[in-house]
């Protein structure tokens, strides 16, 4: 029997200015349980300020940014620090990949986990039984997670050894370290090659039906984005101009037009 949906992140009307240009003008969002949302549009549109409003990089203009976690009450997160969305249940991945290099695939998963555990800098430095329990099951979380985006053979590799695909859900794997219930991926297959963007289709589709976490998705990949979502919002210059099934997107007029320069450029 199909679960009910239930609404996740519900946004109305987030504006962002910066100074006089209004990066983000009134835009309004929904993701639901069990659902792939995508927002697209051409470059310099506000998809990223608007990912930013949502966690805590900017305190919007106006607007509101409502959260539903599951079994718990609402929240209006409006100003909240990013360290306290990713606590709710929001994790994200960046358009310019921001993972630690110099450290290992496996370390940079632990430390995605870090907002889940209790170990305390004294903790850490005392080592006690709960701490080192706690340690090793952050470590065994870890590996699985690794297991599950594909990247377990390169676990003890630096992370900047890793080629740019895997870099990519490295960064999803560490988002998912925080147990999100959405998951928002800026433009997660940008510099894919087209083997590597299928893998990451089946990877988020998978995230989504076995990890029961949805996801908002920012991408220039048609492909990938028309293949996997439910439903796409539509921004330009900062505005919502369109919203609706993949097929809806596909025959806007309006949409074509926005894209025809970027598909002129491609
Ligand atoms: N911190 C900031 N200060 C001033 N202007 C900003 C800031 N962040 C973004 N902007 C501006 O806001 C607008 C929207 O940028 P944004 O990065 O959100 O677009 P985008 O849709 O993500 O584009 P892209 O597809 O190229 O990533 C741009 O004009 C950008 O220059
Ligand atoms: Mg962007």
Redesign the pocket.
Known sequence: MPETKKKLLEVKGLTMD??G?R?VDAVSLEVSTGEIVALI??????????FNCVTGIYNPTKGEVLVHPPEKKTQRINGFKPNRVTTIGMARTF?NIRLFHNMTVLENVMIGRHCRTTTSIVGAIMRGASTKRQEQETIEKSYELLKKVGLVNFADEFAKNLPYGAQRRLEIARAMATDPFLLLLD?PAAGMNPQETKALDELIVRIRDTEKIAILL?E?DMKLVMNISERIYV?EY?KEIAQGTPMDIRSNPRVIEAYLGEEADA
């Open positions: 910066f100074g240009l990066a549009g051409p470059n310099g549109a506000g998809k990223t300020t608007f358009q433009e920012i220039h921004m900062g």
